[in-house]
């Protein structure tokens, strides 16, 4: 027979609702109390019932909320395929999604759809901008016990519950490594970034930039651009960049916007002699590499970003459980040999 809440209580001398708050991980329960709650729920083999929970999710109505600038970047793609394959696998929760998609970073449009979305959710995955004005949003939220999941780019300060994603500075480091590997010997460098407004952009450069700083001071940051993650605006930035800065021999690619940073380098007539070393591993990305362009480049699996963020979601709301720690997704080196792997 399944040991049960009551017997719990019990053995421990405490309240059914003691020992519920203790296995639910809810908050206003002695230190002492609830290490003997688990202690006990452990040596009685207790097991949640898991399936009770999923039904009665059911009869909630739970709706999870995602918003994701992913128009007009192709990394998105593969997350928005995680993400639908989790609702997929999980329709049995009977617990609705709806997914909003946003193009650029605008704080002022990210806030709105934040505050529409949340009107009708009892969880919300963010694909965040790094502002105050959302980190605020994000823990006003939590006050009216709508949690939040960062998914691909984290916000500070904002007391979300957890986030996914890679560990971008790690990345950054990553890029930095492989980019001397590549070139052995003195490189300047222009680095393409993304936006400033997203965290883990910064934190990609901060990487890059903090190694070559300690390990290789041949390794010389000549320019930083911005992209805003557009093709269109990737190329004229890189464009200007190069003209100016004739001497630079290498290029990071931080984020989107690797087909116009290739094209202004082909356009140029400057394919021979400069190495890049891109992110991710979308179809651009693969089409540069072959031409010989990009020599490597840093991946962080998006379809997997995507599908567990649904499935912390779900079991959160589904089964009451709480996320430990965040879910970092380990970065992935690719070159020509392996990059359809």
Same mark, same amino acid.
């Given at each position: 027979?399944?040991?049960?809440?009551? @017997?719990?209580?019990?053995? /421990?001398?405490?309240?059914?609702?003691?020992?519920?708050?203790?296995?639910?991980? #809810? $908050? +206003?329960?002695?230190?002492? !109390?609830?290490?003997?709650?688990?202690? !006990?729920?452990?040596?009685?083999?207790y097991r949640p019932?898991?399936?009770?929970?999923?039904?009665?999710?059911?009869?909630?109505?739970?709706?999870?909320?995602?918003?994701?600038?992913?128009?007009?970047? @192709?990394?998105?793609?593969?997350?928005?395929?995680?993400?639908?394959?989790?609702?997929?696998?999980?329709?049995?929760? =009977?617990?609705?999604?709806?997914?909003?998609?946003?193009?650029?970073?605008?704080?002022?449009?990210?806030?709105?759809?934040?505050?529409?979305?949340?009107?009708?959710?009892?969880?919300?995955?963010?694909?965040?901008?790094?502002?105050?004005?959302?980190? @605020?949003?994000?823990?006003?939220?939590?006050?009216?016990?709508?949690?939040?999941?960062?998914?691909?780019?984290?916000?500070?300060?904002?007391? #979300?519950?957890?986030?996914?994603? /890679?560990?971008?500075?790690?990345? =950054?480091?990553?890029?930095?490594?492989?980019?001397?590997?590549?070139?052995? $010997?003195?490189?300047?460098? +222009?680095?393409?970034?993304?936006?400033?407004?997203?965290?883990?952009?910064?934190? #990609?450069?901060?990487?890059?930039?903090?190694?070559?700083?300690?390990?290789?001071?041949?390794?010389?940051?000549?320019?930083?651009? @911005?992209?805003?993650?557009?093709?269109? /605006?990737?190329?004229?930035?890189? $464009?200007?960049?190069?003209?100016?800065?004739?001497?630079?021999?290498?290029?990071?690619?931080?984020?989107?916007?690797?087909? +116009?940073? /290739?094209?202004?380098?082909?356009?140029?007539?400057?394919?021979?002699?400069?190495?890049?070393?891109?992110?991710?591993? !979308?179809?651009?990305?693969?089409?540069?590499?072959?031409?010989?362009? %990009?020599?490597? !480049?840093?991946?962080?699996?998006?379809?997997?970003?995507?599908?567990?963020?649904?499935? %912390?979601?779900?079991e959160y709301l589904?089964? =009451?459980? %709480?996320?430990?720690?965040?879910?970092?997704?380990?970065?992935?080196?690719?070159?020509?040999?392996?990059?359809?792997?």
């Amino acid at each position: 027979m399944a040991v049960t809440i009551k @017997e719990i209580a019990q053995v /421990c001398h405490v309240s059914r609702g003691t020992v519920d708050r203790v296995l639910n991980h #809810r $908050k +206003g329960v002695k230190k002492e !109390t609830k290490e003997l709650v688990e202690k !006990t729920a452990e040596m009685l083999g207790y097991r949640p019932n898991t399936t009770a929970k999923a039904l009665a999710a059911r009869k909630k109505n739970y709706a999870i909320g995602v918003i994701i600038n992913s128009e007009g970047i @192709e990394f998105y793609q593969e997350v928005l395929k995680g993400i639908n394959q989790a609702i997929k696998e999980k329709e049995d929760y =009977g617990i609705q999604v709806l997914i909003q998609t946003m193009k650029g970073y605008s704080i002022e449009k990210q806030l709105n759809a934040i505050e529409k979305m949340s009107e009708k959710v009892q969880f919300l995955i963010l694909n965040g901008i790094n502002d105050e004005k959302v980190a @605020e949003k994000i823990r006003y939220l939590k006050s009216r016990k709508i949690p939040t999941l960062t998914l691909n780019a984290d916000v500070e300060n904002s007391q #979300r519950l957890c986030y996914v994603g /890679c560990d971008y500075e790690k990345s =950054g480091k990553t890029a930095a490594g492989m980019m001397k590997l590549l070139t052995q $010997k003195t490189a300047k460098i +222009g680095i393409a970034t993304g936006s400033i407004k997203i965290l883990g952009h910064n934190q #990609r450069v901060h990487g890059f930039m903090k190694l070559c700083k300690k390990k290789y001071p041949d390794m010389e940051i000549v320019d930083i651009i @911005e992209t805003n993650d557009d093709d269109e /605006c990737a190329y004229e930035q890189t $464009k200007k960049m190069l003209l100016q800065y004739p001497q630079i021999t290498s290029l990071y690619i931080v984020a989107a916007g690797t087909e +116009g940073v /290739c094209r202004a380098v082909q356009d140029l007539q400057r394919k021979e002699d400069i190495f890049i070393v891109s992110s991710d591993n !979308t179809y651009s990305v693969k089409e540069w590499m072959k031409k010989g362009l %990009i020599k490597a !480049t840093i991946c962080q699996q998006p379809w997997t970003q995507g599908y567990q963020a649904i499935i %912390i979601a779900m079991e959160y709301l589904g089964k =009451g459980i %709480i996320p430990n720690e965040n879910y970092i997704i380990k970065n992935e080196i690719k070159i020509s040999e392996n990059i359809e792997d």
